[in-house]
DNA sequence: GATGAATGAGTTTTCATTCAT
DNA sequence: GATGAATGAAAACTCATTCAT
């Protein structure tokens, strides 16, 4: 049954590039970017160098990968967000605390991903891919809070971009601090000034 | 008077560390962070390579002096108007505009600096130093709105790092769309949200 | 009846040699010598990389193979016109026109084979080896020539190699034309000068 | 004098080349085409291999440098004798002879440059370009032998590119064989077969 | 102090060969 | 016997840093 032979060929396929990817996350998080050697990398798999490009075309290729799958359950869930029947101020807090979370538990990974997000090189157009597609979720959800009249009537795609930047640089804080914040107060802080502002009255 | 000579030496010293920071300004705007090869700054400053090291123990320190020299002014403007009489409210837009039209004015290399700031590496510390300062002069403003009434009750610390990734967020978003967005509408936009919020009532 | 076994065996081995041998020609004709890596001679012919070293023990020795295969054909050739009853200079004539005419019908594989035939490593050998065999029939033509006082007394050997390396040196000029040239007066040039020299008198 | 600074300069620089020339010669003379690299030339040289990117942008510019001094003065010396005022016959014989003397001069390179001049490659390119000028020179003598009725009316391309593989063929024979020939026989022959043809009458 | 040639460790990528299944 | 994933030894090239002049 050559189906199932495909199968199983496809899996372990699979798991190799996981097995990769999780050793690709290792050094990432022990050496930063820079330091993630392709020496490093396979030996951090336990496989031999040769064979990541059995698995992967080019380092680029690698460290694609390892970006797309690190943030693409936040595009996710994200898109799920949006879908939802939930107020618009509801979407943008849940979105809010839904990035936190998830960030927070991959820590080790974002603290390098989204450290090196814009800098040059392959990463850069992943991110710029996946950061367009974040901005165009969340303008949607903003734009639907203007038009329904719950929002003020502002630019929706730079205020996406702002809250999108704000939150990344909260958890960038949070990261260079090096301790842990509370979910609550850091979540409840920024969707309080973006929905409410810092004014008083 | 070895008094004088001293003094001539320091002169002469510093104009040298500009002409090479002319220099690395041209490299960094023309083939990025990672194009910025000692060969390329010593030949854009005009002067031979290994003097590069006579004015800097190595690469990394230049690029902090050229980091520092870049942002210094920013952080001294915020420093004055956090000095200023206006209201808090009057600090924050004129915080924020000052930084649109600066790093406007400085695109080539902001766009550039910005986008790595945060790269592991040398100029993660320089960064992560000023970023520090900034967010202690923002912070120190929203406190105190919050001590005098005009302001919610939030994390002052939170809320600053919030607006500057904000802002920063912003910039990039405009560097990487390529065109030139209006000033007022920007840094209008941001302030709009951090004063009042999105929502309408 | 184990000879039959043994017989099969041997027919079996024949062929996927055979079939190894189209699809490494088929892999030089397209990316030339340095590009004919295991993986592609193994994918153009149908079978997987390990198996080809059930058949060859080594690049070295599948490539030798391709050679002599592509050679043999040749100084059949030559030895069946030295051994009829023509004159030597219609053997000669002969000779010249069969090469012209093989190697043209080869082109592809000749292309690459002629030009990298001198080449160190491992056709180096294979191709002297055919040379020599080649420059002892054409030799034994000539000398023939000599002893009959058909040909002058020139050194039959030399003469030979002249008159191969000539050869060659024609298709050669061809194949780097492009174009194809007239088989009639690129074997009649040939042969007239050989016969009969440049000197008008 | 800047002038002078700039020929002193230019001077130390071409030492270096040379000195790179000669173990660049050297390796290919050991270890042949395809085992001569960047480090095996380096060591021969005596420098470390990032030199060598000092003088040579890459390792193609090198071989092609080695491959063009070699055969320049070859090429001058054929123009010399076609410009001279000889009968076309004995500039036939003198460009042979020439050929010889220099090759075997320098008959260490020359086993391995004229070995793998149609290798695919870089040296390819150079070694068609220098050989289209060989034989656009040696047309031009056989040429003017048949305008002038010296020489029978035969296609003169196509026996210039005859002539010049039977040499380049004669000597490689003797290079292979390993015994130093007469040079007195070995032109003689290439040029009384050229010249007047093998038939006796 | 200025110069820039020399250095060599470090990086990515390729590919013949092996061997467990 | 067939398979093809794993291997790891090379190889070309870069560039921060040093140091003799």
């Known amino acids: ?9 496809t899996l372990v ?6 097995a990769i990817y999780q050793g690709a996350v290792a050094v990432l998080a022990e050496h930063g970017l820079s330091g993630a050697t392709m020496d490093r ?10 064979s990541l490009y059995n698995y ?20 996710e869930a994200n ?14 807090e849940a979105m809010t605390r839904g990035w936190y979370r998830y960030v927070c ?17 392959v990463l850069r ?22 038009e329904s009249g719950e929002f003020r009537p502002l630019n929706a795609k730079y205020v996406a971009e702002t809250l999108l930047a704000a939150a990344k640089g909260g958890l960038e804080a949070e990261f260079l601090e090096g301790s842990q914040r ?6 409840e802080t920024l969707v309080a000034v973006f929905l409410h502002g810092l004014c008083a009255n």
Chains 1, 2, 3, 4 share one sequence.
Request: no cysteine.
């Open 1 to 9: 049954m050559p189906n199932l032979m495909a199968r199983r060929k």
């Open 13 to 18: 396929d699979s798991m190799m590039r996981d």
């Open 41 to 50: 990398v396979a030996a951090a798999a336990g496989v031999a160098k040769g």
């Open 56 to 75: 992967f075309r080019s380092k680029d290729e690698l460290l694609t990968f390892v970006h797309e799958k690190t943030i693409q359950p936040l595009i």
């Open 79 to 92: 898109e799920a967000i949006a879908a939802s029947d939930h107020s618009v101020a509801e979407k943008i």
């Open 105 to 121: 538990e991959h820590r080790a990974t974002f603290q390098i991903l989204v450290a090196n997000m814009n800098v040059e090189g």
């Open 125 to 146: 157009e992943a991110s710029i891919r996946s950061q367009k597609a974040s901005i165009d979720v969340i303008a949607g959800i903003i734009q639907q809070g203007v």
């Open 182 to 187: 509370s979910e609550d107060e850091t979540t």
